[in-house]
């Protein structure tokens, strides 16, 4: 199977943490992506992680990955006003020469002040 | 770099015409391009991977007919909606593969309004 589910809303004060969540049933994923995505935009590609790591850091964003629970998560330190958006999670599994992506429901972040 | 754009950025059409919808990888080639479809508060669903100089390979339940994909050289793809209706309003995201198997690099999509 290839669902995978997040959180439909998030609600953060200015200056918290942000802790986003995303589940997946598919096993034999090789990356797995956080993307977010502005209204009316595209995508913006964030951060990802290798399937055998447990953890990845760049800079507020921490990505922790619970292979055995295939549940990946998102954390935003110090969240800010301009972390408002819409954010997917996104597994890629690649079947011979080719990759797909299969993405989440989404999440949509407020932050207030 | 791995900058993709897309043409036009919104289009209004009337039920019945085709439009089309232009994705271009600008300082790569991509031999592999993705056309994603986004209906409101939703998340994307993969509609078909475009290979260049082959015919697409269309997900289950996307008619290959009416969503006519083109993708002639290394960094454009295009996307055909023929005899568009209401319904086939949404919001279209191409993608261009990267060097690695895995990497996608987004489009800023196209919101196509049909009346």
């Known amino acids: 199977g290839e669902d995978v589910e997040q959180s439909l809303f998030l609600s953060v004060r200015e200056g918290d943490s942000s802790v986003i969540n995303c589940t997946y049933t598919d096993s034999s994923s090789t990356y797995l992506y956080w993307y977010k995505q502005e209204p009316g935009a595209g995508l913006q590609l964030l951060t990802y992680?290798?399937?055998?790591?447990d953890m990845k850091q760049d800079q507020r964003l921490t990505v922790l990955l619970n292979k055995k629970d295939k549940h990946l998560s998102l954390r935003i330190a110090d969240t800010q006003t301009g972390d408002s958006a819409i954010y997917f999670c996104a597994e890629s599994i690649t079947t011979g020469t080719a990759s797909k992506l299969t993405f989440g429901t989404g999440t949509r972040l407020q932050v207030t002040l | 770099g791995a900058v993709v754009s897309q043409h036009p950025s919104r289009v209004i059409c009337k039920s019945g015409t085709s439009v089309k919808i232009e994705c271009r990888s600008l300082d790569f080639q991509a031999t592999t391009m993705f056309w994603y479809r986004q209906f409101p508060k939703q998340s994307l669903m993969l509609m078909a991977t475009?290979?260049?100089?082959?015919?697409?390979?269309?997900e289950q339940g996307v008619e290959k007919d009416k969503f006519l994909i083109n993708h002639a050289s290394l960094t454009l793809s295009t996307l055909t909606v023929t005899s568009a209706h209401p319904e086939d309003s949404s919001f279209y995201i191409c993608?261009?593969?990267?060097?690695?198997?895995?990497?996608?690099?987004f489009g800023p999509g196209t919101r196509l309004t049909v009346l």
């Open positions: 992680i290798f399937s055998n790591m």
């Open positions: 475009s290979n260049e100089g082959s015919k697409a390979t269309y």
């Open positions: 993608s261009a593969g990267g060097v690695t198997r895995d990497e996608q690099f």
